[in-house]
């Protein structure tokens, strides 16, 4: 079955610092999502990514951060600054098509520790 | 707003034990409900789902049915393996208003021993 690829898997950053979180969405997928989880707490909506441009994004999708599909396969993540509290495992995942019936495939998540 | 509430983890089991991981939910509209799950070192997988009442979704030996009035989606296996142990969320999904990206719950981490 195809997959959704996310690289790094762990990624140790210094606080104030630029991270990129990288993702290959399924080829054919048109629709890109971000979510995250910090550790014992619920995985969180971050943004959706529609036809090179974000769809719908959460409060905590601030100026900080930001999405890219810099060609034809990847979508990344960059966190400009990188706080205490963006320590979390994010997860990449994409969809066909946008519906409630919607199946999204997740890929197995970069753990970000912000030291 | 939605929001997704589960039984909080770790859910210890012997094998061939039944399985019962709960899960209620608070959503504007008519949700879609899902569980996924997430083996050690693998993505959330799609367990299974449910897009209206009474439905139920079924996969792999696991159940759930969508219970609009007690706004329930609890998940049950007869019998447990140990190749189920994982982290389960339970997650909704409502085109109606607001969010258009699924709210998951904290997520009930299985470990089923032999």
């Known amino acids: 079955e195809p997959e959704v690829t996310q690289t790094p898997s762990h990624q140790v950053t210094q606080m104030g610092q630029e991270v990129i979180l990288r993702c290959v969405p399924i080829?054919?997928?048109?629709?890109f999502y971000w979510y995250r989880q910090i550790l014992g707490q619920k995985v969180e909506f971050l943004v959706s990514f529609y036809n090179n441009e974000i769809s719908e994004k959460s409060e905590i999708f601030d100026d900080q951060f930001s999405v890219e599909r810099p060609d034809g396969s990847n979508f990344t993540l960059k966190i400009r600054s990188t706080k205490l509290e963006d320590s979390a495992m994010y997860f990449c995942a994409s969809s066909e098509v946008r519906s409630t019936n919607e199946k999204l495939f997740f890929g197995s998540g970069t753990q970000l520790s912000v030291l | 707003g939605n929001s997704v509430t589960q039984m909080e983890g770790p859910v210890t089991l012997s094998e061939e034990a039944f399985l019962t991981i709960n899960c209620t939910y608070t959503a504007t509209g008519y949700p879609s409900l899902f569980w996924y799950v997430q083996y050690p070192g693998e993505g959330l997988q799609l367990l299974l789902k449910?897009?209206?009442?009474?439905d139920k979704g079924s996969n792999k030996g696991f159940e759930a049915t969508y219970r609009k009035e007690t706004t329930s989606f609890h998940l049950e296996k007869g019998s447990v393996q140990v190749s189920d142990s994982a982290v389960y969320f339970c997650a909704l999904l409502t085109m109606d208003t607001g969010r258009r990206a699924l709210t998951f719950g904290s997520g009930t981490r299985l470990q089923v021993q032999p």
């Open positions: 449910a897009t209206k009442a009474d």
């Open positions: 080829s054919n997928h048109l629709y």
